[in-house]
């Protein structure tokens, strides 16, 4: 909106699931930077919503590719409850971060990210999303991960957030004197 300094804008855009979403969108720049905060991120974590209304968090290791965020977990559980009952979820990742008592504050990065989940059934988009995961969490393993896919993949749960909304905010708090 405008008095957002030109930062953002708000538009209508329609996802792939057909829902009509009101969003506001950063521009891509900012965009860029809110997912690289999430793609840098050690873990974020997932909100949703249980069948009976409550919410429902957990934290999860996420990557992101395209569009899309994904990252892998069980095939069930909780999560997988909820994302078939109603599969809009919030994720929040913290990037840098740095405890500022001095100014009874800290600095900070974070990304909010809304959108919708789904299980990856492809076993190629699995692959590549294990394997980016890999190179992310374990990349002086990576000798080992066709061997490693070869008993992991079957058993491997995989998601993927389609994005509707990205927000991010960075906050420095200036030097005390």
């Known amino acids: ?21 009101f969003t506001i969108a950063v521009e891509k720049e ?3 930077m809110a997912l690289k905060i999430v793609e840098d991120c050690e873990y ?25 965020i994904y990252f892998h977990g069980t095939k069930k559980g909780q999560k ?22 001095e100014a009874y504050t800290a600095d900070f990065t ?7 989940m789904s299980i990856v059934k492809d076993d190629a988009e699995k692959i590549e999303v294990l394997r980016k995961v890999c190179l992310k969490f374990a990349p002086s393993n990576m000798q080992m991960f066709d ?16 994005i509707d909304t990205v927000t991010h905010k960075q906050h420095t708090a200036p030097e005390a004197n």
Do not use: F, W
């Not at 997988?80 to 008592?101: E, F, M």
């Not at 061997?147 to 998601?159: H, N």
């Open 147 to 162: 061997e490693a896919i070869s008993v992991a993949l079957k058993p491997a749960g995989v998601y993927k957030i389609e």
């Open 80 to 101: 997988v409850t909820n994302i078939l009952h109603d599969p809009h979820v919030c994720l929040s990742a913290v990037g840098q971060s740095r405890q500022r008592p």
């Open 44 to 68: 974020a974590t997932i909100a949703s919503i249980n069948p009976d209304g409550t919410p429902y968090c957990i934290p999860i290791s996420p990557v992101v590719m395209g569009d899309y």
């Open 1 to 21: 909106m405008a008095e957002d300094q030109g930062k953002s804008i708000k538009k209508v855009i329609e996802n792939s699931s057909g829902r009509t979403v």
């Open 110 to 116: 974070s990304t909010i990210v809304a959108g919708t």
């Open 30 to 32: 900012d965009r860029e």
